[in-house]
């Protein structure tokens, strides 16, 4: 099955209206920051994560589809990516992403989607 880049994958955990903000990212390979804003709206679902000092406090937004798992009780969101996966990725800009379908497609195809707005390969 194909899943959008821009939702949560099923198997996530993720309850829709869950306020992620605050909870601590996990890479594969270990801590990148915490979430500072995050949307559940079908079709546009991502996290903004503060990475703080660890990329001298760059903000980068992680599509929906990366996230592993949410552990509500530990606080935590599991995503699946490494840290230089995410810290190579294209910064996040608020005017952008308000409004620049070219930005969510420069997303959309660095997190591996390959198309705009479509799915990945299962």
Do not use: C, N
């Not at 991502?46 to 660890?54: C, E, F, M, R």
């Amino acid at each position: 099955m194909t899943e959008h880049v821009w939702s949560y994958k099923s198997t996530s955990g993720h309850l829709a209206g869950t306020d992620l903000t605050g909870f601590k990212v996990e890479a594969v390979d270990g801590d990148i920051g915490k979430v500072d804003k995050h949307s559940d709206e079908v079709g546009d679902a991502y996290l903004v994560v503060d990475t703080g000092v660890w990329i001298f406090g760059k903000e980068v937004l992680l599509p929906a589809s990366t996230v592993l798992r949410v552990d509500p009780q530990d606080r935590k969101v599991y995503v699946d990516r490494t840290k230089e996966q995410i810290k190579s990725a294209p910064e996040f800009h608020r005017d952008k992403h308000l409004g620049d379908a070219g930005y969510h497609e420069e997303l959309g195809t660095y997190y591996g989607t390959g198309a705009p707005f479509g799915g990945r390969p299962a």
